[in-house]
């Protein structure tokens, strides 16, 4: 009996023992059915006004349909407060708004963007809408669900699903258009979404949720309120802000770098961040997550962060080495992979910060924040290129990478960033 329990012991405390677990399975699908509609109310919607020949004005306006992403924490609260009348807290909002957006979808590929554009973009909206209420209940499901020592792993998982999904729905979904037609294949993306509705009902139950708030005020006020209770709460929120600021300046004008600053064709990059890119990120989450098992979140954040911040350099000596594919394959896997690390260990953390009776409105804001950097970023470096060049913009890059790491020793006294 003891040598049983030894042997069991040892097989939790090794990462092969993870991927049988029927839950990790389960955060992997869910992130591909959470990144799945995003390109087909962004880009591949876009694409498809684009051949359509809506005018450019319409196109532009069309990007607007990304808003409620943005703003998703606003109805967060909706989610922690009322539970529906099947499934538990968690799925029974998932499964909702995965039936919903089933219906959505398949209705896009009934309407035509030169026909109603108004009408096919409002829709867009609705869809839009009901992905991002999808993350919410998904976010908040994975949060609930996972162990302590999963957090890293399971966020890595869920990279993976995301990645998958938008590679299906971008770049796979084109070629379909181009070969069966938009209706067929906005069809056949709803018939992927649909299999969703199986993944969620067949997931298990978060065996430690939390009490339901008890009425809305509750929900809305105390996410924020019992937050900022904590030691060093602002101090958390800033480096939720700048810890990834380093790779958004990398990667906000990546593409135009690489087209208009060093002269690589589009083919030539579709490649390399399809294929070079896709193999980077996906070593890098299942090798932070692996990692994540053995050190405390504080190592993690650091390590991680470090490399995150070091692989930003190809980009400048790229800049001063010109066209070089040798090089460009560098880059994107190296830079890709380090992304890989930090995004899983900056998920992880993010997890472990909310409360699960507010999950939902609490990891909505904490992703908001998140991406302050990518709403804002643009502007200022397309101004810092102009007057600075592209060798010297990317070394700021690397520099911008250090303050969330340096403000991580000014709380590294908090008890999460002591748990593995």
């Excluded at 005018?55 to 909706?78: C, H, N």
Aim: glycine content about 10%; aromatic content about 14%.
């Amino acid at each position: 009996m003891e040598k049983t329990l030894v042997v069991s012991t040892r097989q939790k405390e090794n990462w092969h023992y993870l991927f049988t677990q029927p839950r990790l399975f389960c955060i992997l699908f869910l992130g591909f059915g959470s990144g799945l509609p995003l390109l087909l109310t962004g880009s591949t919607l876009q694409a498809w006004y684009t051949v359509s020949h809506v005018d450019i004005v319409t196109i532009g306006i069309l990007t607007l349909v990304g808003q409620p992403y943005v703003y998703k924490f606003l109805w967060a609260p909706l989610l922690d407060r009322y539970q529906l009348p099947w499934l538990d807290r968690r799925r029974g909002w998932m499964l909702l708004s995965q039936l919903l957006l089933v219906i959505g979808i398949a209705m896009m590929g009934i309407l035509q963007p030169d026909r109603q554009p108004l009408g096919l973009g409002m829709l867009a909206l609705m869809v839009a809408f009901l992905s991002a209420t999808q993350d919410i209940s998904i976010d908040a499901y994975r949060t609930d669900l996972l162990h302590a020592d999963e957090r890293g792993l399971g966020a890595g998982l869920n990279t993976i699903g995301y990645r998958l999904a938008m590679l299906v729905a971008g770049a796979f979904a084109l070629v379909m258009a181009d070969q069966i037609g938009w209706k067929y294949t906005y069809w056949i993306m709803a018939a992927l979404m649909a299999t969703q509705l199986i993944v969620t009902y067949c997931a298990p139950t978060p065996t430690d949720e939390a009490k339901v708030p008890h009425n809305l005020w509750q929900a809305l006020a105390e996410p924020f309120t019992e937050f900022l209770k904590q030691k060093y709460a602002l101090l958390i929120l800033l480096f939720i802000v700048i810890y990834k600021l380093g790779d958004v300046f990398t990667l906000v004008l990546g593409t135009t770098f690489l087209i208009r600053g060093i002269g690589f064709s589009l083919t030539d990059i579709g490649v390399m961040y399809k294929m070079v890119g896709m193999l980077g990120i996906f070593m890098g989450v299942l090798a932070g997550g692996m990692w994540m098992k053995k050190i405390s979140m504080l190592r993690a954040l650091v390590i991680f962060g470090l490399i995150q911040t070091m692989v930003n350099l190809p980009f400048m000596f790229l800049a001063m080495v010109g066209k070089n594919y040798a090089l460009l394959v560098v880059t994107i896997f190296v830079e890709n992979f380090g992304s890989g690390l930090g995004s899983v260990a900056f998920l992880a953390f993010i997890m472990a910060l909310c409360d699960h009776r507010y999950t939902a409105t609490q990891f909505a804001l904490f992703s908001a924040l998140a991406a302050i950097g990518r709403v804002f970023v643009g502007p200022i470096a397309g101004v810092m290129v102009e007057h600075l060049g592209w060798v010297q913009y990317f070394f700021f890059a690397f520099l911008i990478g250090f303050p969330g790491i340096l403000l991580l020793g000014l709380i590294k006294k908090h008890p999460l960033l002591l748990n593995k």
